[in-house]
């Protein structure tokens, strides 16, 4: 286990005193040209959510012999962070994309490749600026 801080999307977790802060998970980014298929991430969610298969890719990789990457079913995901985890390679991460809504539940399963390309944003964002005297609010 590497210590220090990891942080992905506002969510941090300190191993030296192993404890995670609460932060904001959405929908994984995904690396290709970091991974190692070493499925760690798909061991840390076996027994929570079950939701991470390791599936064959055509294009080779050279740090990834066995071209086998990480895709996510959404429709199973609890978001709880255990796979950014687990990643010793630093190539899983969660965005603060959480607009994953659909009709029909095989969207929610998503490939490597489309897990390697960032969510592009559907308007604006709205940032929430923490006050003592009055809570959070628009910014």
């Known amino acids: ?11 941090e ?23 190692t298929g070493c499925s760690l991430c798909a061991i840390a969610c076996e027994n929570i959510a079950d939701c991470i298969d390791m ?3 055509d ?6 012999k066995k071209s086998i990457f990480p895709q996510i079913d959404y429709g199973r995901c609890v978001f709880c962070g255990f796979c950014v985890d687990a990643c ?10 959480y607009e994953l809504s659909t009709t029909d ?3 929610l399963v998503y490939t490597p490749e489309m ?5 592009e944003t559907k308007g604006e964002f709205v940032n929430f600026i923490p006050d ?8």
């Open 88 to 97: 010793p390679f630093d190539c899983l991460f969660m965005t603060p994309f």
């Open 13 to 35: 977790f300190d191993a030296k005193k192993q404890v995670g802060t609460a932060g904001f998970k959405g929908r994984h980014i995904l690396y290709m040209d970091k991974c």
């Open 115 to 119: 897990l390697n390309i960032y969510p």
């Open 105 to 107: 539940k095989r969207l």
């Open 1 to 11: 286990m590497r210590l220090g801080n990891r942080k992905s999307g506002g969510y």
């Open 59 to 64: 294009k080779n990789f050279p740090q990834n």
């Open 55 to 57: 599936v064959k890719v």
């Open 132 to 139: 003592e005297k009055s809570g959070a609010h628009h910014g």
